[in-house]
């Protein structure tokens, strides 16, 4: 499997996120490819100095063209690592950095994961993460570093203006849209900014020295990917 370092939409380098594209062999029959190989994945961080984490739980969801879902992420001591692919259809798949102190906070990277390229984008803890589907339905597994937590949930808006997401909604010609948005549950329509919510951040330990409790406010109870 390559895995390739990634640069923001700016042009900023990213610490951490990784597109994985694996090696696939094709004949009359169909294909095959390793989806997941715990040495090469652990191989991948390691070139990077990273750490390499346990995953805990794999999640499945489907979705219908126009539907985006993010932007999710979880606050220490329960951060979430991602490691996403799509199986069904294509999706615009993007990562931000939230990692108090990080030279590229705030800055983003998109791109497209489809059935047909196989590639997977590795979205480590302290980064949001969300999609957009662009096909009639997509099928999205990734797996995760640590469970969902209630109280350590949180997400922010879509189309935040600090972060600008380039979102591809011009390749959604043809789906009835609202005029300002594509189709969003109740509590990502109403997740707050950025701005709202860099004091809380930035009063959380990173994620590699989370180990300690903190106390945790302001928590959402609707578990809705």
């Not at 999640?59 to 329960?78: A, D, E, I, T």
């Not at 969003?184 to 994620?207: F, M, N, Q, T, Y």
Request: proline share 8%; charged share 20%.
């Amino acid at each position: 499997m390559q895995a390739e370092t990634l640069t923001s939409s700016a042009g900023v380098p990213l610490q951490g996120p990784l597109l994985m594209t694996p090696r696939v062999f094709v004949d009359q029959r169909g294909f095959f490819f390793e989806s997941w190989n715990e040495r090469d994945f652990a191989a991948a961080l390691d070139a990077e100095d990273q750490p390499v984490p346990s995953f805990v739980q794999d999640n499945h969801s489907r979705s219908s063209r126009g539907v985006l879902r993010g932007l999710h992420y979880q606050l220490p001591p329960h951060a979430q690592g991602k490691l996403v692919r799509c199986v069904l259809g294509q999706i615009f798949d993007v990562a931000v950095d939230l990692c108090s102190g990080s030279a590229s906070f705030g800055h983003w990277f998109g791109t497209y994961l489809s059935a047909e390229n196989h590639q997977q984008l590795w979205v480590p803890p302290g980064f949001a993460h969300g999609f957009l589907t662009l096909s009639d339905q997509a099928e999205v597994l990734y797996k995760t570093t640590d469970f969902w937590d209630h109280d350590c949930e949180r997400s922010i808006r879509w189309d935040d203006p600090q972060l600008a997401i380039a979102w591809p909604l011009g390749d959604l010609a043809g789906v009835e849209l609202s005029p300002t948005a594509p189709q969003l549950s109740e509590k990502d329509a109403a997740a707050p900014l950025l701005e709202a919510v860099i004091g809380e951040l930035r009063r959380r330990p990173d994620v590699s020295q989370s180990g300690q409790p903190v106390q945790l406010t302001d928590a959402t109870g609707d578990r809705t990917p």
